[in-house]
């Protein structure tokens, strides 16, 4: 696989917002053109319309990364209606080359490209091993996706751990969770570990506080902007406890899937629920609970646990990807829209 030609525009699509930047040379900056909300226009090709007329140049290819299982050259997105039909979206407009990844596809990718000011150690900073590296992260929905490193090629491996099962961990998750909704009977760690998880989460909660749940907040940044307020007053204490549970959860899920992959390089958290939430979380705590897996709890001490604060370098993988396609093992021949 050569070079895809420039310029490329470069595309992280969510349930909720979609981001577009242009990388007009190989190895150039990636400078944003576009963001929308992705429930707020019909389809992406007229997302990918906008992205293009508001360039300062026509791109060439396109790489795109969506929040969506990815068959061969499309998706339709887990959350959202959008469909991606890769040589239908490269015939309209006149595009020499594209690729749609998984969205933790292009995340793990992004592990292979990380500059040290691109992460922020959670708790006591462990060096990196040789191993596997992880991405998670808690949004619209609750990505996953690993990194190896084949003969100097960076392998990706996108999953959907969002819908492996949750279960109650102690005597207060066990009063609350009957309260949770269910997904054909269980409770995934989708229900819990995602923004809407936690208005599902805090909504459960309610009752313990003497609340009724239509009148408690209802959107993760008034759940957060609660929590931070720090009162004593029942509603604070309501928000606390969620966000509290929310990121023990978390943590604990994190530890568990480190062990998955023995991810010695790294397990790094992304994402618009981690943003918010950062500045709640007891990063000794979060620690203390990611390395409580007994019998194998020196394995998890030697796991980095790290945070993505920024997705900029999503869109920076992406361009290097299309700048030197070489460098990681895609199956190009199946999933690259042009022969």
């Given at each position: 696989?050569?070079?895809?030609?420039?310029?490329?525009?470069?595309?992280?699509?969510?349930?909720?917002?979609?981001?577009?930047?242009?990388?007009?040379?190989?190895?150039?900056?990636?400078?944003?053109?576009?963001?929308?909300?992705?429930?707020?226009?019909?389809?992406?090709?007229?997302?990918?319309?906008?992205?293009?007329?508001?360039?300062?140049?026509?791109?060439?290819?396109?790489?795109?990364?969506?929040?969506?299982?990815?068959?061969?050259?499309?998706?339709?997105?887990?959350?959202?209606?959008?469909?991606?039909?890769?040589?239908?979206?490269?015939?309209?407009?006149?595009?020499?080359?594209?690729?749609?990844?998984?969205?933790?596809?292009?995340?793990?990718?992004?592990?292979?490209?990380?500059?040290?000011?691109?992460?922020?150690?959670?708790?006591?900073?462990?060096?990196?091993?040789?191993?596997?590296?992880?991405?998670?992260?808690?949004?619209?929905?609750?990505?996953?996706?690993?990194?190896?490193?084949?003969?100097?090629r960076?392998?990706?491996?996108?999953?959907?751990?969002?819908?492996?099962a949750?279960?109650?961990?102690?005597?207060?998750?066990?009063?609350?969770?009957?309260?949770?909704?269910?997904?054909?009977?269980?409770?995934?760690?989708?229900?819990?570990?995602?923004?809407?998880?936690?208005?599902?989460?805090?909504?459960?909660?309610?009752?313990a506080?003497?609340?009724?749940?239509?009148?408690?907040?209802?959107?993760?940044?008034?759940?957060?902007?609660?929590?931070?307020?720090?009162?004593?007053?029942?509603?604070?204490?309501?928000?606390?406890?969620?966000?509290?549970?929310?990121?023990?959860?978390?943590?604990?899920?994190?530890?568990?899937?480190?062990?998955?992959?023995?991810?010695?390089?790294?397990?790094?958290?992304?994402?618009?629920?981690?943003?918010?939430?950062?500045?709640?979380?007891?990063?000794?705590?979060?620690?203390?609970?990611?390395?409580d897996?007994?019998?194998?709890?020196?394995?998890?001490?030697?796991?980095?646990?790290?945070?993505?604060?920024?997705?900029a370098?999503?869109?920076?993988?992406?361009?290097?990807?299309?700048?030197?396609?070489?460098?990681f093992?895609?199956?190009?021949?199946?999933?690259?829209?042009?022969?």
């Amino acid at each position: 696989m050569t070079a895809f030609p420039h310029p490329v525009l470069v595309a992280d699509v969510g349930g909720t917002n979609a981001r577009f930047a242009l990388a007009e040379t190989p190895g150039g900056p990636v400078v944003p053109v576009s963001r929308v909300a992705t429930k707020g226009i019909a389809s992406a090709e007229e997302a990918i319309a906008r992205a293009i007329e508001a360039a300062p140049v026509r791109p060439a290819s396109i790489v795109i990364c969506a929040a969506c299982p990815v068959i061969g050259r499309g998706g339709t997105l887990t959350n959202a209606t959008w469909s991606f039909d890769g040589e239908a979206i490269a015939r309209r407009f006149g595009l020499a080359q594209g690729l749609l990844l998984n969205d933790f596809e292009a995340a793990a990718l992004a592990l292979s490209v990380l500059e040290p000011d691109d992460v922020e150690p959670i708790g006591a900073s462990v060096a990196p091993g040789s191993g596997a590296k992880l991405v998670l992260g808690p949004g619209t929905g609750l990505g996953m996706a690993g990194l190896v490193v084949v003969d100097g090629r960076a392998l990706p491996m996108p999953g959907e751990a969002g819908h492996v099962a949750l279960g109650p961990l102690d005597e207060t998750d066990a009063e609350f969770w009957p309260r949770l909704p269910r997904v054909g009977g269980r409770v995934t760690a989708e229900t819990v570990l995602c923004g809407p998880g936690l208005v599902r989460l805090h909504h459960a909660l309610a009752p313990a506080f003497g609340r009724a749940v239509e009148a408690v907040e209802a959107d993760p940044p008034s759940v957060a902007a609660c929590a931070a307020r720090g009162g004593e007053d029942a509603a604070s204490r309501h928000c606390a406890a969620s966000v509290r549970i929310f990121l023990d959860h978390l943590a604990r899920f994190a530890g568990d899937m480190g062990l998955v992959l023995a991810a010695t390089g790294g397990v790094h958290l992304r994402g618009g629920v981690m943003s918010s939430l950062a500045p709640l979380m007891d990063p000794q705590r979060f620690r203390a609970l990611f390395d409580d897996k007994a019998p194998v709890v020196a394995l998890a001490r030697t796991i980095p646990l790290l945070r993505l604060p920024s997705d900029a370098v999503v869109m920076r993988a992406m361009a290097s990807l299309a700048a030197a396609p070489e460098r990681f093992v895609i199956d190009y021949g199946r999933r690259a829209w042009v022969g």
